[in-house]
């Protein structure tokens, strides 16, 4: 089920631009997840919208429970994962896999370039120009950078990740 301006609905294979955006957060976040599912629905590719909606659809069911009032997105954009009831519990060789996925904290190559840069001291601007992408991309990256190290500041990042700088 969605919650949106719509009000409550069932989520459908024409929710192609929420199936892209979760896409493409499983398959950066949630990479052992994201390995099973597509092998699981590999024979579903030829048709790409659909072939995500079943990725898509398999992650949300076996990771959030029930139209509840628990938020399962938070705040800072983090999945909140729920018990979800299952009839193969245990059996199932994706237990702790799909379900209950476990969240990828290394940075991508390019959070490591624009949080050195960020580390140095630069703006978000000069960033965007040395590196060629927009000020905003910048800072989309620093806060999902933030998001995987768990910390709220650069001073927080730089202890954490001084090995990476």
Same mark, same amino acid.
Request: charged content about 35%; aromatic content about 12%.
């Given at each position: 089920?969605?919650?949106?301006?719509?009000?409550?609905?069932?989520?459908?294979?024409?929710?192609?631009?929420?199936?892209?955006?979760?896409?493409?957060?499983?398959?950066?976040?949630?990479?052992?997840?994201f390995k099973?599912?597509?092998?699981?629905?590999?024979?579903?590719?030829?048709?790409?919208? =659909? =072939?995500?909606?079943?990725?898509?659809?398999?992650?949300?069911?076996?990771?959030?429970?029930?139209?509840?009032?628990?938020?399962?997105?938070?705040?800072?954009?983090?999945?909140?994962?729920?018990?979800?009831?299952c009839p193969?519990?245990?059996?199932?060789? =994706?237990?702790?896999?799909?379900?209950?996925?476990?969240?990828?904290?290394?940075?991508?190559?390019?959070?490591?370039?624009?949080?050195?840069?960020?580390?140095?001291?630069?703006?978000?601007?000069?960033?965007?120009?040395q590196l060629?992408?927009?000020?905003?991309?910048?800072?989309?990256?620093?806060?999902?950078?933030?998001?995987?190290?768990?910390?709220?500041?650069?001073?927080?990042?730089?202890?954490?990740?001084?090995?990476?700088?």
């Amino acid at each position: 089920m969605i919650r949106d301006n719509e009000g409550v609905r069932t989520y459908q294979p024409e929710d192609k631009e929420l199936t892209r955006a979760l896409f493409t957060r499983i398959e950066i976040e949630y990479p052992k997840a994201f390995k099973a599912l597509t092998e699981i629905y590999h024979k579903s590719r030829a048709n790409v919208n =659909y =072939y995500r909606y079943l990725v898509c659809h398999r992650f949300i069911r076996c990771n959030f429970g029930s139209l509840d009032k628990k938020q399962d997105i938070d705040g800072t954009g983090r999945f909140t994962f729920e018990e979800v009831s299952c009839p193969i519990k245990g059996e199932c060789k =994706y237990s702790g896999v799909i379900c209950g996925a476990e969240f990828d904290t290394r940075l991508t190559a390019r959070q490591q370039e624009v949080m050195k840069l960020y580390c140095k001291g630069l703006e978000p601007e000069e960033i965007a120009e040395q590196l060629y992408i927009s000020p905003e991309t910048v800072k989309t990256t620093k806060r999902d950078a933030f998001r995987k190290a768990g910390v709220h500041d650069i001073r927080e990042f730089m202890a954490k990740y001084k090995d990476v700088l």
